[in-house]
């Protein structure tokens, strides 16, 4: 897949997550045979500040690249003096992400994120100005609509092509929706239509035959996954795979908590081991679901604050769960 002038080697991308799609998350994806992975979004009036917290959000890795570094914010000027002045020396970044997609409150009370698509007139001088500031290929991540009576992503959607935005990638659900219902696919098919930049389609792909029945049912370019290679980044290589004419392997336990205990290592060691844990017992939780007794094994770790100590329980963890395996094929 072709983003401007920038190859990916396939059709699958990391959707930006707050707190869950940081460095070490990503490297995994990347292992696990992504195309592209995004940035947790990045303030641009962090950047342009100075900001150390914003800062360490756009570390970027060799490992996980290619990748779009996702930027938010309302004000051309200010966004376009950031793609010139900060980002076009950047070697490591491929791509650069605007989003206005995000529902939170904290986003769009500034004007930011999903709030762009209630000023269509706004969100066209936004794009503008960086894709004239950046060397690099810009690309949007849009919504539906604000809310039911305001459906204009296809508008905007053209917005930004005109404006010179390299892909579009659609959140087929509202700003109201948050996260809730189910993603309208007909609506990103809708999207397609009308363009002739590639079109990313996002929402609702939580197995890897999820995402071929949305290339299938919208003609759209890629995915953008979220939610749904959170504890699983293995749907990517599954969804490979697939379009490879393979059966999916499924990943075995071992296999599952060997790269959570690795996940948690490297966010530790880019971190801090006091923070490393403390964000890493969310993502662990996502790891163990629906595995035996995991619930328990959830609930301790929550209790800790050793990586060590996590990391011994975890390996014991595993030990039961293939002894309890054993146990059953003697049976």
């Not at 609509?145 to 917005?159: C, F, L, P, R, Y």
């Amino acid at each position: 897949m072709n983003i401007g002038n920038f190859h990916i080697e396939n059709k699958l991308m990391l959707a930006p997550m707050a707190g869950v799609t940081d460095l070490a998350f990503r490297i995994i994806c990347k292992e696990m045979g992504v195309g592209l992975t995004v940035t947790e979004m990045v303030s641009v009036k962090g950047i342009y500040y100075k900001d150390k917290k914003t800062d360490s959000l756009t570390t970027i890795d060799p490992r996980e690249r290619p990748v779009s570094l996702q930027i938010f914010g309302s004000e051309p000027d200010i966004m376009a003096h950031v793609a010139r002045e900060n980002l076009n020396d950047r070697k490591d970044i491929d791509l650069i992400d605007i989003n206005m997609g995000c529902p939170a409150p904290k986003i769009v009370k500034n004007g930011d994120g999903s709030a762009l698509m209630k000023d269509p007139k706004l969100a066209a001088r936004l794009i503008k100005s960086v894709v004239d500031a950046s060397n690099k290929p810009v690309t949007v991540k849009i919504r539906k609509g604000w809310d039911k009576d305001s459906i204009n992503g296809v508008e905007i959607a053209k917005i930004a092509e005109d404006s010179g935005a390299a892909a579009v990638t659609v959140h087929a659900r509202t700003r109201d929706m948050f996260y809730s219902g189910e993603a309208d696919w007909d609506y990103i098919a809708s999207v397609k239509c009308a363009l002739k930049i590639p079109v990313i389609g996002n929402g609702d792909i939580f197995k890897a035959q999820d995402a071929l029945l949305m290339m299938e049912r919208t003609g759209c370019d890629g995915v953008a996954i979220g939610r749904g290679a959170m504890g699983n980044p293995w749907i990517f290589r599954q969804i490979n795979q697939l379009l490879e004419g393979k059966n999916p392997d499924k990943p075995s336990p071992a296999e599952v908590l060997e790269t959570s205990i690795r996940h948690m290592n490297m966010v530790c060691e880019f971190k801090g081991e006091r923070i490393g844990v403390r964000e890493m017992r969310k993502q662990l939780a996502w790891y163990i679901k629906g595995m035996k007794n995991s619930n328990e094994i959830k609930n301790r770790i929550n209790t800790m604050e050793d990586k060590n100590e996590i990391e011994s329980l975890l390996k014991e963890y595993l030990q039961n769960l293939i002894e309890d395996d054993n146990l059953q094929e003697a049976l």
